[in-house]
């Protein structure tokens, strides 16, 4: 397994930008899918974007395509997830995984990101 600490995550404006970073520690971070989720307040968590082991593939729920970019850097054992043209329903609890074969085994402690209106 990997251990993985998100950052980036703050308070902006509708319209602003914001980058999460998350970085890996442990072995093989080159081998695992990497995954961002979120948590908005009183819901369930979702998926917003994942990337495959080579940063080849990526995937994005309908909500951010476009507006969200998944990258890693498998030098640095780090994910990114850029968020451009945010909006207050962006509002959430921002979590990076981890996985094989679409099964997400280790998990981050999240980040908060709030988009005022």
């Known amino acids: 397994q990997v251990q993985l600490v998100e950052s980036g995550g703050g308070l902006v404006q509708a319209g602003g930008s914001l980058r999460l970073s998350c970085a890996a520690s442990?072995?093989?971070?080159?081998?695992?899918?990497m995954g961002w989720f979120r948590q908005p307040p009183g819901k369930e968590r979702e998926f917003v974007a994942d990337i495959s082991w080579s940063g080849h593939n990526t995937n994005y729920a309908s909500s951010v395509k476009g507006r969200f970019t998944i990258s890693r850097d498998n030098a640095k054992n780090t994910v990114y997830l850029q968020m451009n043209s945010l909006k207050p329903e962006d509002t959430a609890v921002y979590y990076c995984?981890?996985?094989?074969?679409?099964?997400?085994?280790?998990w981050g402690q999240g980040t908060q990101v709030t988009v005022s209106s």
């Open positions: 442990g072995r093989s971070f080159s081998s695992y899918a």
């Open positions: 995984a981890a996985g094989v074969s679409n099964s997400w085994s280790s």
